[in-house]
């Protein structure tokens, strides 16, 4: 996906990227690596710079990532961030970097499912598709409230996403009658456990797509990809705009 994307004509790149939830920087080098080495956007990086940006909640993981990046000659900035809250995001960008959001391709690995959970502003429908459990600080949520707070989450991305896109790797529950014929195949039953018990909220592949189009936000067909098969998906790349 990246390498497609850096591939583009250079009026049609973002001007960089943004790792939301950047943890130690990982994912970041892995990108750099990739255009660095795999795209034509390295014979652009001295004349059109590339922006690279970490964002995290965690100040620890902040000084990680600068650190990580800084040991492999990689120049990056991090700056704090909630993933709930991406007009913050968005207005330290242009007060410190000069660069908005929405300029960047926005990435982030395994961390929408564990957002603070904030509940629905909107009206709640009862036509939830989702077959999972969830709570939040011991408070039973019905499944309805979990896909609509999973909307408006995608609701507040959508004016930052529309131009470069949301790269984004996700977790997923499955049903758990699937699971119950596919013991021993698939490590749903831990995932729902641990992730139940820290209020995290893990949604089907199909309640995921649902919300994000429930966004007003569509996915690219080439890139999006189910990991380990379409039987039992449990993780899911996906590029949505």
């Not at 470069?164 to 499955?174: A, K, P, S």
Request: aromatic content about 10%; glycine content about 6%.
């Amino acid at each position: 996906v990246i390498v497609d994307i850096f591939n583009k004509p250079l009026h049609e790149q973002p001007k960089g990227i943004i790792d939301v939830g950047c943890g130690n920087g990982a994912l970041l080098e892995h990108i750099f690596d990739l255009i660095w080495n795999h795209t034509d956007r390295r014979k652009d990086l001295e004349n059109n710079r590339l922006i690279l940006v970490g964002a995290d909640y965690n100040k620890e993981a902040l000084l990680s990532t600068q650190r990580n990046l800084e040991k492999a000659n990689i120049w990056a900035e991090v700056v704090w961030g909630d993933i709930g809250n991406p007009a913050e995001i968005d207005r330290k960008l242009k007060e410190h970097f000069d660069v908005s959001l929405s300029d960047l391709l926005n990435v982030r690995s395994f961390l929408d499912h564990n957002r603070p959970f904030n509940f629905p502003k909107k009206e709640i429908g009862s036509d939830a598709t989702s077959t999972g459990a969830f709570a939040y600080r011991g408070r039973y949520l019905e499944n309805a409230e979990v896909e609509q707070s999973l909307v408006e989450h995608f609701e507040k991305w959508k004016p930052y996403i529309n131009q470069h896109g949301l790269l984004l790797i996700e977790l997923h529950t499955v049903n758990p009658d699937t699971v119950s014929y596919s013991l021993e195949k698939t490590p749903c039953t831990a995932y729902d456990v641990t992730h139940g018990f820290s209020d995290q909220y893990i949604v089907e592949v199909e309640a995921f797509q649902n919300a994000v189009e429930r966004a007003g936000l569509h996915f690219d067909d080439k890139h999006s990809f189910i990991f380990p098969n379409e039987s039992t998906p449990t993780i899911s790349i996906n590029l949505i705009q």
